[in-house]
């Protein structure tokens, strides 16, 4: 049995809402997300197709209101548009962001990418909620307990600061 065809994403009216010209709106990719970048505009716009499923609206409000408090404590980090968001249109879920024009020179790599983690410790409390969720889900049921000692063997752990692989846990 086919599935019916999506409707079309709303990308007019959603530019619309967020104060954007969707005449020069170039297709990056149409998967589980509609992604449009506008050139005119600096941005990108992110169409989710999910009614009747709030839970997609809850994780896309935390990700604005995530990667904003990342943005203002200066960690590098996608910026969302300073507009009233996420937009629900007809069952699509429509997000608005600053558009990358260059990647950096160079991508951060395991060693480092711990250090610039560490530097959102200190950070405030940030003013949102993070919405419930089963981090280990993809990971498959015996994740949280692995005995494995190394990021290879599916060890639960993080990298530190030095760029190895700690398993160690506090309790």
């Known amino acids: 049995m086919t599935r019916p065809p999506l409707p079309a994403p709303p990308l007019e009216r959603a530019c619309a809402l967020f104060g954007l010209n969707a005449r020069d709106a170039r297709t990056l990719h149409v998967r589980a997300n509609a992604v449009y970048h506008?050139?005119?505009?600096?941005?990108?716009?992110?169409?989710?197709?999910?009614?009747?499923?709030?839970?997609?609206?809850?994780?896309?409000?935390?990700?604005?209101?995530?990667?904003?408090?990342?943005?203002?404590?200066?960690?590098?980090?996608?910026?969302?548009?300073?507009?009233?968001?996420p937009a629900i249109l007809d069952g699509w879920i429509a997000t608005a962001w600053h558009y990358v024009t260059?990647?950096?020179?160079?991508?951060?790599?395991?060693?480092?990418?711990?250090?610039?983690?560490?530097?959102?410790?200190?950070?405030?409390?940030?003013?949102?909620?993070?919405?419930?969720?089963?981090?280990?889900?993809?990971?498959?049921?015996?994740?949280?307990?692995?005995?494995?000692?190394?990021p290879s063997s599916s060890a639960p752990g993080c990298w530190n600061a030095a760029g190895r692989w700690n398993t160690t846990t506090s309790t």
């Open 38 to 85: 506008l050139p005119g505009s600096g941005a990108v716009v992110r169409l989710r197709y999910a009614p009747g499923n709030p839970a997609v609206h809850v994780r896309l409000t935390a990700a604005i209101a995530v990667t904003r408090n990342l943005a203002e404590q200066d960690f590098p980090a996608v910026v969302p548009l300073h507009v009233e968001q």
């Open 102 to 150: 260059d990647p950096p020179a160079t991508p951060q790599k395991p060693p480092t990418l711990p250090t610039s983690c560490a530097t959102c410790t200190p950070c405030p409390h940030p003013p949102y909620r993070s919405p419930p969720s089963n981090r280990w889900a993809p990971c498959g049921p015996t994740w949280p307990h692995s005995t494995a000692s190394s």
